[in-house]
């Protein structure tokens, strides 16, 4: 489908009504970014919202779909007039006669059902398409990890026990995060993950800041174990409760609309 099309379409309906951007995702319980990307093509509104947007723009739901006004369907008129008269007259449908209006109506469902299916396929693409960045992003968060980790084999002993160490943190913080129902909800999951992820690199980074933030290696006693393990923590604490922050707002947005809260 065309997804610009589309979105130049939702643009010109929210004109029309004389709403800001802002405006709307307020109507919406949705960020005002979220309303631009749609209106961009980059992004289209879930099906729930879409149908929101339906009622919300007094249009149909294919209009939406097919980014454009259709001209107001008018099922074959000589045929809807033969069959009241034939219904008028009280005779009865010939064996395998159809009724001509129930067979538009079906068709025109068919269409706006095909419709549907293709959005749904749209939608799961980029649904793919963020999952493949995510597990990209948690393959980059790796990497660091190892990266570190060898500078730490080449400086000092004991770089299993931090590797083992961050492994252990990446757990518990997966299921600390994950037990809050915000997190687990569909639209949180990935930002969770990229916040799990975020949390690896960024703590990384700050081993690598603290121990080698002069080129070589450089030994803090049994305080670097300490200065070790608050680095992966800020990282981890930064970056996680960054994505609960997030993932709540949004649910409480979403419940907000979902409870009718319109401007």
């Given amino acids: 489908m065309d997804t610009k099309k589309c979105g130049a379409f939702l643009k010109e309906l929210r004109r029309e009504k004389g709403l800001t951007q802002q405006a709307l995702a307020e109507a919406l319980g949705v960020s005002g970014r979220t309303v631009s990307r749609w209106e961009t093509?980059?992004?289209?509104?879930?099906?729930?919202?879409?149908?929101?947007?339906?009622?919300?723009?007094?249009?149909?739901?294919?209009?939406?779909?097919?980014?454009?006004?259709r001209p107001v369907a008018q099922p074959p008129q000589g045929a809807l007039q033969g069959e009241a008269e034939q219904e008028a007259a009280g005779l009865p449908r010939l064996p395998g006669e159809d009724n001509v209006g129930e067979a538009w109506k079906q068709d025109e469902e068919r269409r706006t059902l095909q419709r549907i299916a293709d959005y749904s396929t749209a939608q799961e693409k980029r649904l793919l398409k963020n999952v493949l960045c995510t597990a990209a992003a948690g393959a980059a968060a790796w990497l660091v990890s190892l990266t570190v980790t060898f500078r730490f084999a080449d400086g000092v002993e004991g770089s299993e026990l931090l590797f083992a160490g961050e492994a252990a943190a990446v757990l518990l913080f997966a299921v600390s995060l994950f037990a809050l129902p915000a997190n687990r909800a569909p639209g949180g999951v990935m930002t969770t993950?990229?916040?799990?992820?975020?949390?690896?690199?960024?703590?990384?980074?700050?081993?690598?800041?603290?121990?080698?933030?002069?080129?070589?290696?450089?030994?803090?006693?049994?305080?670097?174990?300490?200065?070790?393990?608050?680095?992966?923590?800020?990282?981890?604490?930064?970056?996680?409760?960054?994505?609960?922050?997030?993932?709540?707002?949004?649910?409480?947005?979403?419940?907000?609309?979902?409870?009718?809260?319109?401007?």
Avoid: M
């Fill in 41 to 69: 093509g980059v992004n289209l509104p879930d099906l729930d919202l879409l149908l929101e947007l339906s009622d919300f723009y007094q249009i149909e739901l294919r209009a939406l779909l097919e980014g454009e006004r």
């Fill in 193 to 263: 993950l990229a916040g799990i992820f975020g949390g690896i690199t960024l703590g990384n980074l700050l081993l690598l800041l603290v121990f080698f933030g002069s080129g070589s290696y450089y030994n803090y006693g049994l305080q670097g174990a300490f200065y070790a393990l608050g680095c992966l923590l800020a990282g981890f604490v930064l970056c996680g409760a960054g994505a609960t922050v997030w993932n709540c707002r949004r649910r409480r947005k979403e419940d907000r609309r979902k409870a009718g809260r319109k401007i």
